[in-house]
C-alpha cells in the first residue's frame, strides 16, 4: 500500500518505515537530532501510528495482559457453558488403561488358562447332543403332517358347506347336523395332537438333558435348540388354525381380514414341504406363509458375517475362560462364607467381564448370526433388534432388545389374551411368567440346578418395569438418563453377574471342581438366552 | 361419527356395531344363516370396513409381524445411524463399579491408612518453613525500594532534559555529556541490583529447602512461594524499566505506544507501596500498574469457593494416602528388579489414581482458589485456564491449561526474544528450558533429589508439541481426537505417574521408609506444580 505520507515525501513507504525504524532504535541509545524531533514531532498520523506500531513491538514487557474482565470458564459467571469432549475422551482410555492392567495382573497371577483339553465333553454327551440336533426339527414335520391332514379336511367341509348351499332351496349354507359334527371333532382332535407334539418337544428333550447330558455347553446348545423348535411349532399350528378358520368363512370377508401380503399364497396352499422348511431355517420364531424376501444372496454379506460370528466366539471363549472363570472360582469360599463385601467386590469384578461377554455374544447372535441367516434365506426383514443400549426404562428394553422373542409373545400370547378380553397387566404377567419359565428351563436344565433364580430374575422384571414406566413419558433428558442408568446397572451390573454367580456356586456344590471352566463360560454365556418382552 | 350404513339402515352406530360383533362371534361357532350372510354380505365399505376391523382383532394369530424389508440398525444397510448415548452412560457406570470395586479391595487389603500422627513434621521443619513464609515476600519489597530510587532519578533526568531543552537555544533535548554518562549508570546500577535480589529470591530459598527442610510438603509449599515471587520481582523490574523508558522519551509519542488502560497511572505514579502490595496478592504473575477490576466482593463467592479448597484438599490428602501410597509402595522392589510388565501394570494402576488427584487439585488451584483470591482483590480477568481437556495438541494444551505462567513466558521471554530477533524456535526452547528448570527446583529441591526427570519431562515436550503441531491445522474431527487422546495418554497416563514414582523411589533410596505417606502424597500433588507454557 502507498500511505499519503509516502506520496507527499514521494518516498517508498519501506524506505520511510526503515527510517522510522532507525530513528526509534536510535531513539533507544538515547542520542537525538533535530531532524528527528522534527522527523517524529510532526503531526502525520499515518506515520505517528507506523512509530506506535515500531514502538509498540519494542516494549513487549509492559503489553497489557489483563486488559478486561473475563470469567473462568468453569464458573457460573460464564454465559455459555464450556464442551466436556475431551474428558469424553478421557474416560474412554481410563476405561481402556485400568482394564489393560487387569489384563496384566491377570496374566501374572494365573498365567494362560486357556486350554482346549479341559474340556471334558464326554462321548456320551457329543452322541446324545448329536442325535437330539437331529430328532428335535422331527416335532416340526410332526406338525405338518398334522396341519396336512387338517387341511384335507377343512377343503372336505368347504366342499359340504358348497354342496349344502347349492341343493338346498332356502338357500342356507350349514351342512347337515352329522356332517358339522365330524368336523368339529376333526378340529378337536387337531387341536389334542398340536398339543402333544409342542409339548413333548419341550418335555422330552429337557428331561434328556436334564439327565442324560452333563456337559453344560453341549446341554445349553440342546435345550435352545428345543425352545426354538417350539415355539416355532406353536406358531405354526396358531397360524394355520385361524388362517383355516378365515378360509372357511369367505363369505364374510375374512379373508379380506388377512394381511394383505398372505394373497400370494392363501390358505391349503401354503400347507407344503417347501414352505414348513423355510419356516424351519428363517431367522424369526413366527409363522407367515409368506415372508417379505430379497432379490438375491449376497455371499460377500455372509461371509463377513460368519467371520465375526467365529472370531466374537473365539473372544468370548477367550474372555470367559481367561477372566470369567478366576474370579466365579475366587467367589466360591466367599460365597460360603457370606462374606457380603469381598461378594459385592467378586460380583463388581465379574460385572466388566459379563457385560463385555453379553455384548460380544449380543452382537455375534443377533447382528451376524441372524443377519447371516436372514440372507442365506433371503429374509428380507431383518430388524432382530432396535437402539436397546438407549431404553430409558426396562420396558423399552425387552420391548427391542431381542425382537423375535419379543414379536413372538405379542402375537402368540398378549395380544390374543387383549382380544380375549383379558387386561394389560394380566396379559404382561402372562408372558413373563412363560419367559421366565423358559429362562429358568433354559439356564437350569443344562447346569442341573433348577434353582428359580433365572425364574425370578426375569419374573421381577415386571415391578422394574413399572417402577421406572414413568421415565418413558419424561421428556426431559435427566429423566431418559435415570432410566438408561437404572437399566443398565439393574441389569448387566447386578442381575448377570448374579445369575451367573449363582448357577455357578450350584454347580460346584453339586459337581465339585469337574470342568469348572466350561461352566463358567456356560453359565455367563446364559447372557445371551433368549429373554423375553413386553409390558 | 354416524356412518352411511347407520343413517341408510336407520340403526344407532353401536348398536349396529354390536350386531357385526356378534354375527362375527356367531360365526366362531360355525352356525351361519341367511341374514347373516346378506348382513356381511352387502357391499357396503363402511360396514365392511368395521367388519374386517372386528375381525382383526380376533385373528391375532395371523398379524403379518414381518411386513417390509428393513436393516438391522447396526448394519451398514441402514440410512441413518443409530445414537450410541446409551453406551456413552454405560462407560461412566462400569468407571464408577471399577473404581468402586478397587476401593473395596484397597480397604480390604490395607484398611484405613489415613492417619494424622504419622506425618513427621520436625520442628526444624516448621519452624523454617514459617521463616521463609515471611522471609520470602522481602525481596519483592527489595524491589520497590530499587524501583523508588529508579523513578527519583528518572525524575531528575526528564527535568535536566527539560532544562537542557530551555536553555540550549538550538533547542536539542540532549542534556550535557557528564549528566548522560551519570544516568547511564544509574540504569546500570539499578539493573544489577535488580538481577542480584532476583537471583538471592530463587537461589537463597532453593538452598535452604534442598539442605535444612526434610518435609517434602513444607518444602513445596516453600518452594513454590519462592518460585512465584522470584516472577513477581522479575515481572515488576522489567515492566517498569519499559515503563520508565517510555516516560524518559515522551516526545516520541512512546507514551502513545503504553496500553490506554496504564493511562490511568502513569509511570511514577504507580512506584507505591499500595501499587506493589496489590501486586503481591493479585492472582497475576505479569506487573501492570493498572488491572481491570471489580466493583465489590461477593463474600458468598469466596466463601463457596475456599470450601471447595478445603474439601478438595481434603480429598487430594485422603486419596493419595489410602490409594496412591500403597501402590507407589509396591512398585518400590519391582523398580529395583526392573520388573518391566509389573512396573506397568503399577504404572497403570497408579495413572487413575494421579489423574483424579491431578484433576482435584487443578480445580482446586486454578478454579476456586484463584477465584477466591480474585474475588477478594476484586481482580476482574479471572481467566486462568481455557478449555485444555478438549486440546487437540500438547502445544494447545500447554497454551491454555495454566494461563498465569503461560502469560508470564509470553511477555517476558517469549515476546522481547521474537522482538530482538530471534527465531520462533530459539524463543521457545529457551522457554521451555526455563520451565523444566523450574519443574526440577519445585519437584526435586523438596524431595533432596534433582534427579532430572522432572526436568526432562518437560523438556521433552517440545519435540512432542511439534509431533501434535500438525493436528491442530486439521479440520477433520478425527485429527482432534487423535491428538486430544494423545495428549491425555503421553501427559496423564504416562508422564505424571512415571515422573512421581521415580521421585517416589530415588527418596526412598535416600531414606528409606521415612514418611514414606507423606512424600508419596507430596510427588502426586507435584501434578499440579506451575507448568510452563507456550510454543
Known sequence: MSSP??????????????????????????????EEVNGSAESDNDTRRKV????RSKYRHVEAVHSQSRPSCLSHDTTESPSFLGFRNLMVIVLVVGNLRLIIENIQKYGVLICIGCHDFRKSDINLGLLLYFLIPCHLFIAYIIEYYAAVKARDERDAIAASKQDSKDGTSSPTEEQHR???????????LHAINVTTALAFNSWVVYYYIHHPLIGTLTEIHAIIVWLKTASYAFTNRDLRHAYLHPARGELDALPELYAQCPYPQNITMGNLCYFWWAPTLVYQPVYPRTDKIRWGFVAKRCGEVVCLSVFIWFTSAQYATPVLRNSLDKIASLDIPSITERLLKLSTISLIIWLAGFFALFQSFLNALAEVTRFADRSFYDEWWNSESLGVYWRTWNKPVYQYFKRHVYSPMRSRGWSNGTASVAVFFLSAVLHELLVGVPTHNLIGVAFLGMFLQLPLIQMTKP????????????????????????GQPFAALMYFYAWQAKYGSVSKMASAQQLIQQGQGTCPPLV
Open 5 to 34: 505520507a509516502a506520496t507527499t515525501t514521494g518516498l517508498d513507504p519501506a524506505v520511510q518505515n526503515d527510517n522510522l525504524i532507525r530513528r526509534v532504535h536510535g531513539q533507544e541509545h538515547g542520542n537525538t537530532s533535530r
Open 52 to 55: 506506535k506500531k515500531v514502538i
Open 182 to 192: 365330524k368336523f368339529q371333532s376333526t378340529w378337536k382332535l387337531v387341536r389334542m
Open 471 to 494: 421415565l418413558e413419558k419424561k421428556k426431559s433428558s435427566n429423566g431418559k438418563l435415570l432410566g438408561n442408568i437404572i437399566f443398565w446397572v439393574s441389569f448387566t451390573i447386578f
